[in-house]
C-alpha cells in the first residue's frame, strides 16, 4: 500500500461527471431516453451501508462498531516427514532445479492472437518439444502418473489418490508465453529466451509467467515419487497451451475434458495464477485473489455518406466517432466499494496488520462497509490513486480505431473498440448499457440512426452507428470461499512455507483475499468447482518485467514456488470428506 496516498484522506469530492449504471437494460425499454437517476434502494445498496446488500458473505454480525473483517488463518503445516530443507538449501538439488528451469526457458513456446486450429497452425508445433522435454526432466512423473494430451499440446497429469471418497484437487498454469517483440528485443540484459542465471536471476521470458509455476510443481511431484509419498486426494496437473490469448484451445478443451472425466462441482479446488507475496518493511501479504472481474469488448462502427473532402460536413464519419469516443470517456464509472468485492477485505487485513496506518484511517477502512461516510470517504481516498481505483470500478479503454482509406476522401465507416473490465458488483448487460446510452447521447444530437447489440433503437437520417459484440463477454467470476478447507489449504500451506523457511520468525506475515483485473484459464472451469483461488507463491521482490522487457526471476524464488507446491500437495490429505 502506498501509505502517503492513504493516510491523506482527502474528501475533495471528484470533480469529473461520473456514470451510474442503470439497474434495467433501459435502451431496450423505453428507446432513445437515456435513465438519468437509479431507485433509492439501488443506490443504497450500490453505496454500502445496507446491511442486508453489504454482508452477505458474512453475515450481519459485523457492524459499524469498527469490528476487524479480516478473513483469518494459521499456518497449515502437513502431517510427518518433510523435505523443505532439502528443497531450499541443496546445493547438487540447487544445481539440476536451475537446469531444469534454464532449459524450459530455452524453448520459445509463444502463442499469438491470429494461433490458427491446432492441426493447422505450425507455430503450435515448437509445444511438441516442450512437452518431451518435460518428460526427458521428470521420469518418475511422466512414468507413474497418468499423462494425457488434450487436443494435442495440453498437458494434464492424473496422480490417483488412495481415497476415492475425496474429491480431486487441481493445480493449474500454461506452457505458452506472451511474444518478444523484435523492436525491444535488443533492449533485454540477456536473450529473452538464454534462460541466463547471473548468480541471483533466471532471465528469460516465461520465468515468472507461468514455466515456474509449471516446473516447480512438476518438480514437487517429482521430489514427492522419488521418496515413496502416496497421495490420500487425488491431485490433477493441468497446463493449456494459449492462455495468453483467451485459452481457446488450451484451457477450454482441458476443463471440457475434467467435465466429462468427473462431472460439475467434481473438484475440491482449483489453484491457477494470479496474485502474489506483497512486501513493504513493516509486512508481507500472502494475496489469494477469489475473483475475477468481468470483460467485454465492443465494437462501434459509424457510417455516413462518403464524398471528396474538399466538401466536408460539420463532422466526418472519424468526427462523429471521436465524439463517441469523448463522450464515452468523459463520462467513467463510478466508483464503487463493497463487501462483494474482495479487495475490501484486503483493505481490511492491511488495516488489522500494517502499523504505520493512522488509527483514524483504520477506523475508517474498518467502518466502510456499514457506514455511508466513511464508505464515501475511503472510496474518494482510492479512487484519487491509480493503483487502487481500477479495483473498485469497471474501466473502459478505447483501444482499436480504424477509418478512412485516402487523405482526399471522406470515410464511409469508422470503427472503434471499447474494452470494458467490469466490476465485482455489475454484469455485461450493465456495461453494455452504459456503451449505448453513450452512442444515443451522440446520435440524437447528429440525426443518426442506432443499432445495438442486434436491436434496432432509434431512426436517423444522417447515418448510422452501429455497436456490436467484438468477441464473447465473459461474466463477473463467481467468488471462492474466504473461510473453510479450500481457504485454509491455499493461504495456509503458503503461511507455513513462507512463515518457517523465507521470513524472519518475528516477521509478520499474513493473508488476504484479493481481485484479479485481469483474467485467467480459470475462466473454463467454473462448472468444476466454486473453490476457485489464484494465487502464485512469490515474493514480490523476487519477480520482474512480466509481460515486458527483462522478465527475470530469482532463482531461489523458483526453489520457493517447488516448496510450496511439495506441501501443498501434502495438506490436501487435511481435510475429509465430511469437511468437503
Known amino acids: ?115 490458427g486450429p491446432v492441426g493447422e497452425e505450425p507455430r503450435f508445433d515448437i509445444f511438441k ?17 497418468e499423462v494425457e494430451h488434450v487436443n494435442t499440446y495440453g498437458l494434464v497429469y492424473t496422480w490417483k489418490g488412495s481415497n476415492k471418497d475425496l474429491k480431486p484437487q487441481l493445480l493449474m498454469a500454461h506452457q505458452d508465453v506472451v511474444p518478444v517483440n523484435s523492436d525491444t528485443e535488443e533492449k533485454w540484459t540477456h536473450p529473452p529466451f538464454s534462460g541466463y542465471f547471473d548468480g541471483k536471476y533466471i532471465w528469460g521470458r516465461g520465468t515468472v509467467d507461468t514455466k515456474n509455476t509449471v516446473v516447480g510443481s512438476l518438480a514437487a511431484v517429482e521430489l514427492l515419487l522419488k521418496e515413496g509419498y502416496t497421495p490420500e486426494r487425488t491431485h490433477i496437473l493441468g497446463f493449456g497451451f494459449d492462455e495468453e490469448i483467451s485459452g481457446p484451445q488450451g484451457a477450454k478443451f482441458i476443463s471440457e475434458h475434467l467435465y466429462n472425466k468427473y462431472g460439475e462441482k467434481s473438484l475440491f479446488a482449483i489453484l491457477d495464477e494470479g496474485s502474489g507475496i506483497l512486501e513493504t518493511e513493516n509486512f508481507a501479504m500472502i494475496v489469494a485473489a477469489t475473483g475475477e472481474k468481468g470483460y467485454l469488448d465492443v465494437s462501434i462502427s459509424v457510417n455516413v455518406a462518403g464524398g471528396h473532402s474538399s466538401m466536408p460536413p460539420k463532422h466526418t464519419g472519424i468526427g462523429l466517432a471521436a465524439l463517441i469516443v469523448a463522450e464515452i470517456e468523459k463520462t467513467p464509472y463510478k466508483p464503487l466499494l463493497t463487501q462483494q468485492n474482495p479487495f475490501f477485505y484486503t483493505l481490511q487485513c492491511v488495516a488489522d496488520h500494517d502499523p504505520s496506518l493512522s488509527d483514524a484511517l483504520k477506523t475508517l477502512i474498518r467502518k466502510s462497509g456499514n457506514d455511508l461516510i466513511a464508505n464515501k470517504k475511503l472510496v474518494s481516498i482510492l479512487s484519487g490513486n491509480p493503483k487502487y481505483r481500477d479495483l473498485i470500478r469497471t474501466t473502459q479503454a478505447v483501444d482499436i480505431i480504424n477509418g478512412g482509406v485516402k487523405s482526399n476522401a471522406l470515410p464511409e465507416t469508422t470503427t472503434f473498440v471499447v474494452n470494458q473490465r467490469i466490476e465485482i458488483e455489475s454484469d455485461v448487460s450493465t456495461a453494455q448499457d452504459k456503451i449505448v446510452q453513450n452512442v444515443l447521447t451522440i446520435a440524437k444530437e447528429h440525426d443518426l440512426s442506432v443499432s445495438a447489440f442486434g436491436d434496432f433503437i432509434i431512426e436517423g437520417k444522417s447515418g448510422e452507428v452501429v455497436v456490436e459484440l467484438f468477441g464473447l463477454p465473459l461474466e463477473v467470476a463467481p467468488q471462492a470461499p474466504v473461510s473453510g478447507p479450500t481457504w485454509d489449504l491455499i493461504v495456509g500451506t503458503a503461511l507455513h512455507v513462507f512463515k518457517d523457511t523465507v521470513y524472519p520468525e518475528d516477521f509478520n506475515l499474513f493473508a488476504a483475499p484479493g481481485i484479479m483485473t485481469g483474467n485467467t484459464d480459470t475462466r473454463h472451469y467454473w462448472a468444476l468447482t466454486d473453490a476457485i483461488y489464484r494465487f502464485n507463491p512469490v515474493r514480490e521482490s523476487a519477480a520482474f518485467g512480466i509481460h515486458t522487457v527483462n522478465e527475470h526471476l530469482e532463482f531461489q524464488s523458483h526453489l520457493e514456488t517447488i516448496a510450496y507446491y511439495y506441501e501443498f500437495v501434502k495438506n490436501g490429505e487435511h481435510f475429509s470428506k465430511k469437511q468437503e
Not at 10 to 22: E, G
Not at 61 to 73: N, R, V, W
Not at 129 to 145: A, D, G, Q, R, T
Open 1 to 115: 500500500m502506498e501509505k502517503q496516498q492513504l493516510n491523506e484522506i482527502d474528501f475533495v469530492a471528484d470533480q469529473q461527471q461520473q456514470y451510474v449504471a442503470p439497474a434495467t437494460r433501459s435502451w431496450k425499454k423505453i428507446g432513445f431516453l437515456v435513465v438519468s437517476a437509479l431507485t433509492v434502494g439501488t443506490l443504497v445498496c450500490k453505496s454500502g451501508v445496507s446491511t442486508k446488500c453489504m454482508n452477505h458473505m458474512y453475515g450481519s454480525a459485523h457492524s459499524a462498531t469498527g469490528d476487524s473483517l479480516c478473513p483469518s488463518q494459521a499456518k497449515l503445516v502437513p502431517e510427518g516427514f518433510t523435505n523443505l530443507d532439502f528443497i531450499l538449501k541443496d546445493e547438487k538439488y540447487h544445481d539440476k532445479a536451475l537446469k531444469t528451469f534454464q532449459g524450459a526457458i530455452q524453448i520459445p513456446t509463444e502463442s499469438y492472437d491470429d494461433m
Open 129 to 145: 518439444n516442450f512437452s518431451s522435454y518435460l518428460e526427458k526432466s521428470f521420469p518418475k512423473v511422466h512414468s507413474e502418473l
